[in-house]
């Protein structure tokens, strides 16, 4: 299929559409659990798998009828593999693809150097539809294909969140993992840079795929970053991020920005020549408040997930933070630690790596860093060897096997 020149352009209002949903009678009958977790990423399939196996009842509210793609780089650090085998997700008979390479092209240069711990890609429609059912395996009661519209205390005491169909749902505890999207009343501060970001999948060229195969590509350009690596299937994943006001420049169109990170990075020119556009048109989404950590929470909110913190995407950890922070919550809630005090401990132990990604992010923004940083990952590969482990969130798991080790 031939990607459709000046088919696509890129609207803000294409964004965050609601998918048509039914409603049945039944859902109409107000519920009452112990734990409510609104939304079925990655934070929120943690969290209640974690919860239901610990015999609490749970109830998981995801918008989406069935897991669809998400605008993410789709990279697996080690910790993220870690958490998952932990939660019963075999990543490799997914059909993850191990990555042990990093390559950083820039200009005209490019470098690369062996990944620190083992990682893997796959896709999110996989990873999301295996979380789900490993959700539904644990005894969590699913209600998928209706988003939550409000959340509130109840005169009781009790949270209470209200959906697009006028169901309600009560329950002592909620946990908010509702990713990139704020729900009304408790939203995340602006993000002052405008990211907006953007996946699209390719099938390359043989050479190219081949060439790509088990590393991850970070490229830089003015504006922002983009990132290409091998996924399940034999096809490739390009997430990338860039300043509004860049694609201003280029008149918000995805065609004349992808030309221009062409012309900015020959690399990429290099790996997407011939390469079969597999979307009719890339997903995206805006409002992505980088270095953001959820400072405190509103009346026992136990918040997860990028909720919680969002790390910038080139550290390929968003994932990892997710999991983490699901898992530290469910920790503080079986403990009966207040939502208060687990947030704020979360957001000490988070601040200096996160405070690193975001100035790491501020020099791969910075035209002579650009200009020199390839350079000076081929005299000094360990460089990135050690970014690689600072910008990584500490983990205290145990979980020694790796399902995906090259
Ligand atoms: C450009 C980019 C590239 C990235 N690349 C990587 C990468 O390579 N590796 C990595 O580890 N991380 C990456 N990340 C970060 C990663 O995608 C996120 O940090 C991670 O998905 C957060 O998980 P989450 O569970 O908080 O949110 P999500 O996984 O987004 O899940 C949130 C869920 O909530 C649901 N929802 C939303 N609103 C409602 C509602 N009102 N009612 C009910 N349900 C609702 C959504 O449908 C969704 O399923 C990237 C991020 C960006 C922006």
């Given at each position: 299929m031939q990607y459709p020149a000046g088919a696509v352009q890129f609207q803000v209002s294409d964004l965050n559409k609601e998918i048509p949903v039914t409603t049945s009678n039944l859902n109409q009958i107000p519920s009452l659990d112990e734990v409510l977790v609104l939304g079925g990423g990655v934070a929120g399939c943690a969290a209640s798998i974690a919860l239901a196996r610990k015999g609490r009842s749970v109830t998981l509210i995801e918008r989406e009828p069935t897991p669809r793609h998400k605008v993410c780089g789709e990279f697996l650090s080690g910790e993220a593999l870690e958490d998952l085998h932990a939660l019963g997700i075999d990543v490799a008979s997914l059909g993850a693809v191990p990555i042990n390479y990093v390559r950083l092209a820039a200009a005209r240069r490019a470098a690369e150097a062996p990944l620190p711990f083992p990682a893997a890609s796959l896709t999110r429609k996989t990873l999301d539809t295996a979380l789900i059912a490993e959700a539904i395996a644990a005894g969590v009661r699913l209600v998928r294909g209706r988003s939550v519209q409000a959340l509130e205390r109840t005169t009781s005491g009790a949270w209470q969140a209200t959906l697009n169909d006028g169901a309600t749902y009560e329950a002592a505890t909620v946990f908010l993992a509702t990713g990139k999207q704020d729900l009304r009343g408790h939203t995340r501060p602006a993000d002052p840079q405008r990211w907006i970001a953007f996946k699209m999948y390719f099938r390359l060229a043989p050479a190219q795929a081949s060439e790509l195969a088990r590393a991850s590509e970070l490229m830089l350009y003015p504006g922002g970053y983009g990132g290409i690596q091998p996924v399940e299937g034999g096809i490739a994943n390009f997430c990338c991020v860039v300043q509004q006001r860049y694609l201003a420049r280029v008149g918000h169109r995805w065609e004349n920005f992808l030309a221009k990170m062409r012309q900015d990075c020959p690399h990429l020119a290099m790996r997407l020549a011939s390469a079969e556009p597999l979307l009719a048109k890339p997903i995206a989404i805006t409002h992505i408040p980088y270095g953001y950590i959820r400072r405190t929470s509103e009346n026992g909110l136990y918040c997860i997930g990028d909720q919680a913190a969002v790390i910038p995407?080139?550290?390929?950890d968003g994932i990892s933070l997710a999991l983490h922070t699901a898992r530290c919550a469910v920790a503080a809630y079986l403990a009966a630690e207040p939502a208060s005090l687990f947030q704020a401990k979360l957001r000490s132990a988070l601040l200096s790596q996160m405070r690193l990604a975001e100035l790491a992010a501020d020099g791969l923004n910075n035209s002579l860093a650009r200009a020199v940083l390839p350079f000076c990952l081929r005299v000094w590969p360990g460089v990135m060897r050690v970014t690689a482990r600072l910008t990584r969130v500490a983990q205290q798991a145990t979980v020694a096997t790796h399902a995906v080790a090259g």
């Amino acid at each position: 299929m031939q990607y459709p020149a000046g088919a696509v352009q890129f609207q803000v209002s294409d964004l965050n559409k609601e998918i048509p949903v039914t409603t049945s009678n039944l859902n109409q009958i107000p519920s009452l659990d112990e734990v409510l977790v609104l939304g079925g990423g990655v934070a929120g399939c943690a969290a209640s798998i974690a919860l239901a196996r610990k015999g609490r009842s749970v109830t998981l509210i995801e918008r989406e009828p069935t897991p669809r793609h998400k605008v993410c780089g789709e990279f697996l650090s080690g910790e993220a593999l870690e958490d998952l085998h932990a939660l019963g997700i075999d990543v490799a008979s997914l059909g993850a693809v191990p990555i042990n390479y990093v390559r950083l092209a820039a200009a005209r240069r490019a470098a690369e150097a062996p990944l620190p711990f083992p990682a893997a890609s796959l896709t999110r429609k996989t990873l999301d539809t295996a979380l789900i059912a490993e959700a539904i395996a644990a005894g969590v009661r699913l209600v998928r294909g209706r988003s939550v519209q409000a959340l509130e205390r109840t005169t009781s005491g009790a949270w209470q969140a209200t959906l697009n169909d006028g169901a309600t749902y009560e329950a002592a505890t909620v946990f908010l993992a509702t990713g990139k999207q704020d729900l009304r009343g408790h939203t995340r501060p602006a993000d002052p840079q405008r990211w907006i970001a953007f996946k699209m999948y390719f099938r390359l060229a043989p050479a190219q795929a081949s060439e790509l195969a088990r590393a991850s590509e970070l490229m830089l350009y003015p504006g922002g970053y983009g990132g290409i690596q091998p996924v399940e299937g034999g096809i490739a994943n390009f997430c990338c991020v860039v300043q509004q006001r860049y694609l201003a420049r280029v008149g918000h169109r995805w065609e004349n920005f992808l030309a221009k990170m062409r012309q900015d990075c020959p690399h990429l020119a290099m790996r997407l020549a011939s390469a079969e556009p597999l979307l009719a048109k890339p997903i995206a989404i805006t409002h992505i408040p980088y270095g953001y950590i959820r400072r405190t929470s509103e009346n026992g909110l136990y918040c997860i997930g990028d909720q919680a913190a969002v790390i910038p995407s080139f550290t390929g950890d968003g994932i990892s933070l997710a999991l983490h922070t699901a898992r530290c919550a469910v920790a503080a809630y079986l403990a009966a630690e207040p939502a208060s005090l687990f947030q704020a401990k979360l957001r000490s132990a988070l601040l200096s790596q996160m405070r690193l990604a975001e100035l790491a992010a501020d020099g791969l923004n910075n035209s002579l860093a650009r200009a020199v940083l390839p350079f000076c990952l081929r005299v000094w590969p360990g460089v990135m060897r050690v970014t690689a482990r600072l910008t990584r969130v500490a983990q205290q798991a145990t979980v020694a096997t790796h399902a995906v080790a090259g």
